[in-house]
């Protein structure tokens, strides 16, 4: 199929996609850290997939919100980039104290940061996030409100935060907060280890649907543009180092795979999304909570494989 095809036939497509991705969300398991993941309904399925034009083509339960958690490391990042881009001070003490390398370990791992300095390999992994809420407190009057206003412009529509997930992601972040003491050790973390770890645990309990995420991932399959306002979100040149993040580190050990697989930069969330990027086509996200072994949405890694194969999207 090309771009040029019709509206029914993307639908039907879609269709499709969802009829082979389905069955194999039960290969998968529930994140069961908090019980908001752990009571999920393990077969909610949806698809979307918004083009330039702001056409929308979904399947499923594309309405149903649920916690971005690793997903907002996107956003938060493009904020901390945003506000890099207005100051060389913040671009150097961004980029000096998080890498842009892929990490090969899981994306809660402690093992890299204790070898490496306190540095984090890439914002995408739990340590890297850390660092960049840590810009954030520094230059942001209130980060968390100004991350939701960004989303919430970017989804045409207001989110909320789910202060219930938050509480719980707060009362298990033993490891993030192990995280976070080890990289001040290194002297990487200027704000209190309780205000970093407060940032991110609103950051990942912000709720959205699959609609609201492929819409508000457009800007970056477009050049920094929202298509929806025509509003230059980030620079071009800078949009396109976040959409390199995300496939070199966007869904931690397995970004090899996803390359490999789907072709497309990824973000994926441990409630089981997946936001993709097709650059000048579309913004597209899956959701399908049961997880592989990576913490990426197992049925959500067969969805994109199926969907980029099929429109021929793969950006290689
Ligand atoms: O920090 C954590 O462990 C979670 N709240 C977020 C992690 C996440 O979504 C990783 N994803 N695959």
Redesign the pocket.
Known sequence: MTASDTAQDLDALLEEVAEVARPTARQGELAD?IPALRDEDPDCFGLAMVDMDGTEYVVGDVDRPFAI??ISKVFSLVLAMQKADRAEGVKKELWDRVGVEPSGDP??SLIQLEREKGIPRNPMI?AGALVVDDVLLGHCENPREEMKALVSELAGEEVTIDERVADA?EGTSG??RAIAYLMQSFDNLHHTVDEVIDA?AHQ?AVQMTARQLARASRFLANDGVDPATGKQILRPPLARRVAAIMLTTGT?DAAGEFAFDVGLPCK????GAIMALAPDRYGITVWSPP?DSS??SRAGHVALHELAERLELSIF
């Open positions: 850290y958690q690793s994306f809660n739990n992601e490891r993030n991110y990942c931690y994926s969330g441990v409630a997880l913490g990426n």
